[in-house]
């Protein structure tokens, strides 16, 4: 028999009588595998590829056509169609019934109206589609999965989203009932809140207007399939073609992703590394404790001739078997996991496709999974080769072997990683300072059991639990280091995370900004006449009677053309382009939200009243004037600084005397209000129908909401540095037994019994997560740069989430200890000789 075939053949048996122990390695080794797969296996199930969406999209048609909104022109598709570009500034392309769209498709096309929009139910808008689906085009889109499909008048079917069965109703806003007759699903969105039905009265959504979502269209069945050299005339018709043949021919083949960079590649490679490295050192500890139990079985190998290199061959086959089965099952269980996880995600949002598995990248997470193994397995087989057979045979334990060199290389490594973390803190990405953290990590966890040994003086002072527990901690230190140096690993990497994530918040909230206060609610027009607007602000007036109405005006040069005056300033290290608004004293005091004298003064005298200091320089505002059609020019003019409504309001207002004097005309074109609209209102729809080039928008202001990535992090933290606590913590106390057992022996109750254990807990995760919190500390505050830098000059954000680092590096040892606290104590019953 080879050694290599005797040495699974022990490693398998070992496993098997200690199967409490292989468990617990198969879980520290198989666990990330199996997150990682299950995260491949649901993110491949979830993306729904062109291909396989081809039924939802076209049914049985031949090809999609939805018209751009009025007012678009020149709208490009590439070859594709995945992307496209439109334009308002060439001729507007008239819209098209279904008589010129049959025409430009050629003889013997079938044509069916397909809109897709919303409609409101109360307070609710859900998505709406107005089409037949008794039409054979449609078939494939919503497969019927209760009642029968709508046919007469102000019939419906809706999709179980909806929570409602046929025979219920539908009270649209402002139109009559509609009647539920049947339930559709779709094929890849079981969370679809949609309405279906032949004559439904789709409310218009050019703003939300997208080619494959919202938007006016029709479903075609073409004599011969629509391909890309049709494409261009249908885009200046001002359709966008979605076609069977584009999806499935040549140009609808899926572009090749391209090679990995260097950015990627040290990117994969440090998250690779540290996934690796934070695995190992979970099951470090249950290999070791495997090694001191095998000690004297291992001893007796070698007096019957075994080598060194058979007694590491032993122990390197314990990982094989446990690293591969590990993988083996963590495989199957993450395909299984994401697999079902990708449909119950779904309904809470998005769209699943069919199982599909990652393959390359699942095998490569699974062989990591196994050299995890191994590599947890080398330095108990490094061991093994160097115990001293006479020492193990006569039952005394061999002396810990420290070794000098050790420390002083992590901290070499410690130096070099801090060195490279300030080079990577001005790359633009935060790949780098990743990365040169994976040396810092590396280095402290060379530096861990020289630390270890060290915190064994100082526990002479401690009480009488505490002190077992460190100094038990500190004899067997390659057991301790590798259980303090994960849970440092852990919490430098949330602590890291968590700085720059809350950072990367906190300028966000920052870089907000708005030229209207909150509240406002904002109504503008296009290139309108006078006539249409007067309609519309009679409109607007008749809608919100009694509302105080501000007017705003455009600036117009003596061609007629509009001209948008504007300013450049930095809001936060970004350059923020500003268009200056043009009003009088009503208008002033909206923004103000109150009423400022001076610079009513300033703007009664014909000064612009600026709210960004940035911009004003030596009393003066450069604005540039430019048009769609006219040659831009540049105006200075006088302007005094005054303070806005908000704290995050910027933006100018230009008295019309001033607009007027630099040459050009002004007209009436907007209307702002302090004013929220009810869910009921109607108000956009009302005036769309006075005149399609109106704008209605509401300014909602900083939403302040937390940010739930931190907790997130904190849960994953807690899982693992609990979990990873704990794990070590029972292999302490398993490897503790004889000490437990002479001071039970000698009248130790229970309690102090438990307090040993929990000294243990909080000495393993309380060491790592003040090492975890200064190396930690560290990459988070080089990770803010990238994360929070605008360009040259712009100043990085840093901001502590202070609860959240309390959470990390004092809750979760407290909570570690605690839950060791009530850890079974209960001695099993010694046999005594007579």
Avoid: C
């Amino acid at each position: 028999m080879s050694a290599v075939r005797a040495a699974l053949r022990i490693a398998r048996r070992t496993a098997w009588r200690s199967r409490g122990r292989s468990a617990l390695i198969m879980v520290m080794i198989g666990l990330p595998v199996l997150v990682i797969t299950a995260v491949l296996t649901l993110t491949e199930t979830m993306q729904v590829s062109p291909r396989e969406g081809l039924v939802a999209e076209l049914g049985a048609a031949d090809v999609r056509l939805t018209q751009v909104p009025e007012g678009t022109s020149d709208l490009r598709q590439t070859p594709n169609g995945a992307s496209f570009s439109t334009g308002v500034h060439g001729a507007a392309v008239p819209r098209l019934g279904a008589a010129e769209v049959t025409a430009l498709l050629g003889p013997g096309t079938r044509v069916i109206p397909f809109d897709a929009g919303v409609l409101r139910l109360g307070t609710e808008r859900v998505d709406a589609l107005r089409t037949d689906l008794r039409d054979p085009l449609t078939r494939g889109m919503l497969t019927l999965s209760e009642g029968r499909l709508p046919a007469a008048a102000r019939e419906v079917a809706v999709t179980p989203a909806l929570g409602v069965r046929p025979g219920d109703h539908l009270q649209p806003s402002g139109g009559p009932p509609l009647t539920v007759v049947g339930v559709v699903e779709h094929p890849f969105r079981p969370s679809l809140r949609e309405v279906v039905g032949p004559d439904l009265a789709v409310a218009p959504v050019d703003e939300l207007w997208s080619p494959h979502g919202y938007g006016t269209g029709w479903l075609a069945d073409t004599p011969r399939p629509v391909s890309w050299a049709d494409v261009p005339a249908l885009n200046r018709a001002g359709l966008f073609v979605t076609s069977r043949g584009m999806l499935t021919g040549p140009a609808g083949d899926p572009v090749r992703a391209p090679g990995l960079d260097v950015q990627s590649t040290v990117g994969i490679g440090a998250m690779v590394i540290m996934v690796m490295l934070e695995t190992v050192l979970l099951a470090g500890p249950a290999f070791a404790v495997g090694l001191r139990r095998r000690r004297r079985e291992l001893a007796e190998i070698a007096a019957q001739g075994g080598s060194a290199w058979h007694l590491r061959l032993i122990v390197l086959a314990d990982g094989l078997v446990l690293g591969g089965a590990a993988a083996l099952v963590a495989t199957a269980l993450g395909i299984g996991a994401g697999t079902l996880g990708a449909s119950v995600v779904a309904r809470w949002g998005g769209q699943v496709g069919p199982p599909d598995v990652p393959w390359p990248p699942v095998l490569v997470v699974a062989a990591l999974g196994l050299l995890t193994g191994l590599v947890a397995a080398l330095v108990p087989a490094v061991q093994a080769a160097r115990q001293n057979t006479a020492t193990v045979l006569a039952g005394r334990a061999p002396a810990a072997d420290d070794r000098p060199g050790l420390p002083l290389a992590g901290a070499v490594l410690v130096l070099a990683g801090l060195g490279a973390t300030v080079v990577a803190r001005r790359q633009p990405s935060s790949m780098w300072v990743l990365a040169s953290a994976v040396p810092v990590l590396l280095g402290l966890v060379m530096v861990t059991p020289w630390l270890v040994g060290r915190t064994g003086r100082p526990a002479a002072r401690l009480r009488l639990p505490l002190r077992v527990s460190v100094r038990d901690a500190v004899r067997h230190r390659s057991r301790t280091a590798s259980a303090v140096a994960a849970v440092m690993a852990v919490t430098a990497t949330v602590v890291a995370v968590g700085i720059g994530t809350y950072s990367e918040y906190m300028d966000r909230r920052d870089a907000y900004t708005s030229a209207r206060p909150t509240g406002t609610l904002a109504i503008w027009a296009g290139d309108i006449g006078d006539t249409a607007w007067n309609g519309l602000r009679a409109e607007v007036a008749r809608q919100l009677p009694g509302v105080p109405l501000a007017a705003g005006y455009q600036a117009r040069n003596a061609e007629g053309r509009r001209y948008a005056l504007r300013y450049t300033v930095r809001w936060n290290g970004i350059r923020t382009r500003r268009t200056a608004a043009i009003g009088d004293q009503d208008l002033l005091g909206l923004l103000q939200g109150r009423h400022d004298p001076r610079a009513a003064a300033a703007l009664a005298s014909g000064k612009a009243v600026v709210f960004d200091p940035a911009a004003v320089r030596n009393g003066r505002l450069t604005l540039r004037a430019s048009s769609t059609g006219g040659p831009p020019r540049t105006l200075d003019v006088p302007a005094v600084v005054a303070a806005p409504a908000d704290e995050y309001q910027g933006g100018a207002l230009l008295p019309r005397a001033l607009v007027e004097q630099a040459g050009f005309s002004t007209a009436e074109r907007q209307l702002y209000a302090m004013y929220r609209l009810p869910e009921s209102s109607t108000l956009v729809r009302d005036l769309a129908k006075v005149t399609p080039r109106v704008t209605v928008a509401f300014e909602e202001g900083y939403r302040n909401v937390p940010d739930p990535g931190l907790w997130g992090w904190l849960v994953g933290a807690l899982v693992l540095v609990v979990g990873g606590t704990l794990a070590a913590t029972r292999l302490a106390s398993a490897d503790m037994r004889p000490e437990r057992a002479t001071m039970s022996a000698i009248g130790a109750p229970p309690g102090t019994l438990r307090l040993v254990v929990a000294g243990q807990a909080l000495y393993i995760s309380g060491l790592g997560a003040l090492m975890g919190l200064v190396a930690g500390t560290v990459t988070g505050l080089a990770l803010t740069r990238p994360m929070t830098t605008h360009g040259a000059g712009d100043p990085a954000t840093i901001a502590i989430p202070w609860s959240f680092v309390i959470a990390v590096v004092v809750g979760l040892p407290v909570l570690a200890s605690a839950a060791a606290l009530i850890t079974r104590t209960r001695l099993p019953l010694a046999r005594r000789l007579p």
